[in-house]
């Protein structure tokens, strides 16, 4: 099957190509650089004047496992307001902001994403994280397992196990819950809520364990590098939402030595005490230090007013700002000495102080820093606002007028409070391909999507120029997935099952004996019903395993 | 590849005969394919394994027909139906999800054997959350376990074996001085309660129609409430303020109820105040709730369905979307009202979990020793999850699930076979 990508203007920027006319072929869902000699063409499409690029990534979204299962158990009415009836192709569910998981994955297909990483794989839940996403259609997902507040690792710290036996577990970990990174979370925060802290800074020590989320994060990300896992250590900092928060977060980024560090939903992070409210933009800041530390990534994690709910494993963070649910209903949960988990639904208005200046940060940041390969474009879904808003979001950062006739209707003393109204910056298609798409695959490890060169995975998506981006982008005109076209026109056309990407970092198995003893000893399941199996995931023809190249272990120690 | 037509032991076993999946039995294969009990076992995994092996045919107006015959007349009845009821749901994650695969198209409402009882967490849950744990949270936290009408062991028998008197512990507790309480309920049996050394639980019992009474008084008093009365139905006050100052001094208690056991009008009330008094708790210390329940599969449906749906089960696709109505969409309700035509029963764990009595067309998806009352126009043996054939089930708290493996050589189809038999038939 080969298929001819006729004329389109492509925006590839793995390959620097922006806005040159290219013609692309695709041979049995991967992209080749031409047609054998005398090879028919089966089917052309006629893409002159069109923009084409690969097909979107989303690289942290929360579409599966127990917190995203509670937060949709939680609000029925949120679900009776957007019913998805069944049609002859497609089944039914519902949206807005948990969508059902087929939902979920149709959706995402006709935003011409193609790809989506759930960022809070639980290790005890890796399982049901993965069939939620088993049941997501089209695209392509996969998960960050989750460490820093679980039992064995804070133990291994505090028994000072050295660096390589770490790196043994955090690898077992990742092959464990089939993951393609580690993401920590309120570095051992989660925990130490557990006996009762209720703040943990970045130099505080657990009670228990006496370790503190400084240990935690460099030895984690040391690990995650050393092992040659391509996606750096996904961080949620400590102190979420808490005004000045931007010290810790600065001080996260210097206490790393170097090693990449990816800092997920850094708007929540961003936050300083200036102004008659205590709580003012350090936007400025935070990007300064992006720009000026190469190892350091971070993704926004913008929020846009309405209704939505925040699920998140930070149940300490979550449990202190519980009194803001709305509705006023939330879920905390202590999770098998492993984790935890936090839902409370939220309502951002755009007239509330906190939360309009809460918007204004985020585009900040994604307006201050320079380098479009480290920052990447989230409302870490479903917490700042509903993926589903991305092309909105999207228009608010290439269209200047647009974004500063928001800013004009947003609370007076917010405004007051942003510099964003005095920031020229429009983002360019080639830019917002390289967040969207050919960063965040570098980012995540996924060596042959968000890119159209010859060996690449047939992944596409080509939109209609428009001048108003959130149309253009909204509707892609068609959508190819390995290949395959499954959306025209902006409405699934044909349903497939992505594959679900994953890391097999090396490491030494006989950890597995201290593991299974600790398992028996300390938990409610052996070690070895722990691991998720290809076959759970691919099971009833849902997908299938595809394993990504890790670098091999890197300056291992000796 | 395993031989599963030979005799054997097989290790590391996973039960899933009740919600606290215990995954450490060991369980003998005789060649027949007659499974045993040999190590960990409890009563009821020992009857669950224990069952002879059968392969019974499926059954079309009690007559042995081939399997196709019987899909065959199970998609007419489905076909016919204006608004099938798919319900007893007792199966496994890929069960559930051909469950709702077939529902969808069919324009069916869904809902669970156990709901009457689980539907009281649900009304919790999306009236005002919750504050609760996991297992192994309790296993290696709790120092004061209060316990809300049940003994716990009649459904779970190995509870206090495996979360509460276990050994060892991660954070140097000694697990014998924890703390238990029974509050509610009549002549329940609290012999599981006694520590290794022999000190007795606290017993502070009363009818349980008094339950919501008490519950009230107990939030209000951990709250710092003052009560005028002297006693809540039959409970002296100043014992329930003793429990209160006990529950304030807890660095980790839990507290648990199973929603089945708690069987009076509107007990989602009695399971808020608990709720409700467990969120105030954490203000000043740790406390979790613990919702006991997941026997027959309760959770896969429950899980499965928000998920696929973005509901929990009693929810219909007869509008061709999902709608959830806790009330309209229940086996009873649905039955009584004649807002169905056509009854779907799935009971793939326990023979015993028979189908309603119902004049509708009856279909029934059954485990291979199900003895019916009433012959249906349509019976299927079904193999049984984790003894005939894989599956993943989810534990009692929701958050857990484990693999259940094939133990034995099994002709008979899984559900998920027959049900995409059945669709595709449709």
């Known amino acids: 099957m080969l298929i001819k990508l006729t004329g389109g203007r492509v925006y590839d920027p793995a390959h620097g190509i922006n806005g040159k006319v290219v013609d692309i072929y695709v041979r049995d869902g991967r992209i080749v650089e031409r047609p054998y000699d005398g090879e028919r063409i089966d089917d052309e499409y006629n893409l002159a004047g069109k923009v084409v690029m690969a097909g979107a990534i989303d690289m942290h979204t929360h579409i599966g496992g127990g917190k995203v299962n509670i937060a949709r158990t939680l609000l029925p009415e949120d679900h009776r307001g957007d019913p998805v009836p069944h049609s002859e192709l497609l089944r039914a569910g519902c949206g807005h902001a948990v969508p059902s998981t087929l939902t979920t994955g149709y959706r995402y297909a006709e935003m011409g994403y193609t790809a989506g990483f759930e960022p809070a794989v639980l290790p005890m839940n890796a399982r049901q994280a993965h069939l939620e996403m ?59 809520f557990k006996f009762n802290q209720r703040f943990l800074d970045l130099d505080e020590q657990n009670e228990f364990y006496k370790v503190t989320p400084r240990e935690v994060l460099k030895t984690l990300a040391r690990a995650v590098h050393e092992l040659g896992v391509p996606h750096p250590l996904h961080v949620h900092g400590n102190n979420l939402g808490v005004p000045g928060n931007v010290e810790t977060t600065l001080n996260t980024m210097a206490g790393v030595e170097g090693y990449p560090l990816h800092l997920t939903h850094i708007q929540f992070h961003s936050y300083g005490t200036e102004g008659d409210r205590k709580f003012s933009s350090a936007a400025a800041r935070i990007a300064e230090a992006i720009n000026k530390n190469k190892n350091i990534s971070a993704d926004v994690g913008q929020i846009l007013f309405g209704q939505t709910v925040t699920a998140s494993g930070d149940n300490m963070v979550q449990f202190r700002n519980a009194s803001h649910a709305h509705p006023n209903k939330w879920v905390c949960m202590d999770i098998e000495c492993d984790a935890g988990c936090g839902v409370v639904p939220f309502k951002y208005k755009d007239q509330n102080f906190v939360n309009a200046l809460q918007w204004a940060i985020g585009l900040e940041i994604f307006l201050l820093v320079d380098d479009p390969w480290r920052i990447f474009l989230t409302t870490d879904h479903p917490n700042g606002a509903p993926f589903t808003s991305y092309p909105h979001l999207i228009k608010l950062l290439m269209d200047k007028t647009f974004r500063n006739e928001m800013l004009s209707r947003i609370s007076p003393d917010a405004q007051a409070m942003s510099t964003l109204a005095s920031i020229e910056r429009e983002y360019s298609l080639y830019e917002i391909a390289i967040m969207t798409r050919a960063g965040a695959a570098k980012l995540v490890g996924l060596h042959d999507r968000g890119h159209l060169g010859t060996g690449a995975a047939a992944d596409i998506t080509v939109y209609t120029d428009n001048p108003d981006r959130e149309v253009m982008f909204a509707k892609p005109d068609y959508v190819f997935k390995d290949g395959h076209l499954v959306v025209r026109n902006g409405n699934v056309v044909k349903v497939t099952w992505g594959a679900t990407h994953v890391v097999k970092p090396e490491f030494d198995r006989s950890i597995e004996k201290e593991l299974a003893k600790y398992f028996d000893a300390y938990h409610t399941v052996k070690m070895d019903h722990v691991k998720v199996t290809d076959q759970h995931i691919a099971d009833d023809g849902r997908g299938h395993v595809q394993v990504q190249a890790c670098e091999g272990r890197r300056e291992k120690t000796a | 590849m395993e031989t599963f037509s030979q005799a054997g032991t097989i290790d590391s076993v996973t039960c899933p005969f009740c919600g606290l999946l215990c995954d450490d039995l060991t369980v003998e294969r005789e060649a027949s394919g007659q499974l045993k009990v040999a190590k960990n076992g409890c009563q009821k995994s020992i009857t669950f394994f224990g069952r002879a092996p059968q392969t019974p045919s499926a059954r079309v107006g009690g007559k042995a027909v081939e399997l196709k015959e019987a899909v065959a007349k199970a998609a007419e009845i489905l076909g016919a139906a204006k608004h099938p009821l798919i319900a007893g749901l007792g199966t496994e994650v890929q069960g559930m999800r051909a469950v709702m695969s077939l529902a969808d198209k069919a324009g069916a409402a869904l809902d669970h054997m156990n709901s009457n009882g689980f539907i009281r967490n649900i009304y919790v849950v999306q009236n005002s959350g919750w504050q609760i744990c996991t297992l192994t949270e309790v296993r290696n936290r709790v120092d004061l376990l209060v316990i809300v009408g049940t003994d716990i062991v009649s459904l779970f028998p190995r509870f206090f074996e495996r979360e509460v008197w276990n050994s060892a512990s991660m954070f140097d507790q000694n697990t014998a001085n924890r703390e238990i309480v029974y509050l509610g309920g009549r002549n329940i049996d609290t012999t599981a309660g006694i520590a290794p050394g022999g000190r007795k639980p606290d017993v502070l019992p009363c009818d349980p129609e008094h339950i919501p009474a008490v519950t009230a008084a107990l939030r209000a008093l951990t709250a710092g409430k003052k009560l005028h009365a002297t006693e809540v139905g039959g409970i002296v006050v100043a014992d329930l303020e003793k429990l209160a100052q006990r529950l304030l001094n807890a660095k980790y208690s839990v507290i648990t109820w199973a929603a089945g056991t708690l069987n009076f009008p509107h007990a989602e009330l009695t399971i808020q105040n608990v709720t409700e008094m467990i969120k105030s708790l954490n203000k000043s210390t740790r406390a979790s709730g613990l919702p006991l329940g997941g026997n027959e599969g309760e959770m896969n449906a429950n899980q499965v369905s928000a998920w696929i749906s973005g509901y929990p089960v009693r929810t219909s696709y007869a509008r061709s979307y999902p709608e959830h109505d806790p009330y309209h969409f229940s086996t009873d309700q649905l039955l009584a009202s004649g807002e169905t035509d056509a009854l779907f029963w799935v009971s793939s764990f326990n023979p015993d979990r028979l189908p309603p009595k119902t004049g509708l067309p009856t279909v029934v998806f059954g485990h291979a020793d199900t003895k019916l009352e009433h012959e249906p126009e349509v019976f299927i043996p079904i193999g049984t999850p984790g003894v005939d054939h894989n599956g993943i089930m989810f534990r009692s708290d929701n958050v857990v699930s484990l693999p259940l493996d094939q133990l034995r050589a099994s002709s008979l189809p899984s559900l998920s076979q027959v049900l995409t038999a059945i669709e595709q038939a449709l």
């Open chain 1, 134 to 192: 088993g049941d997501t259609p089209i695209i392509d997902k996969g998960g960050y397992a989750m460490l820093g507040s679980d039992d064995f690792f804070l133990r291994m710290m505090a028994a000072k196990k050295d660096q390589n036996a770490i790196n043994d577990y955090v690898a077992w970990t990742i092959h464990a819950t089939q993951a393609m990174g580690i993401k920590v979370v309120n570095a051992g925060g989660i925990n130490a």
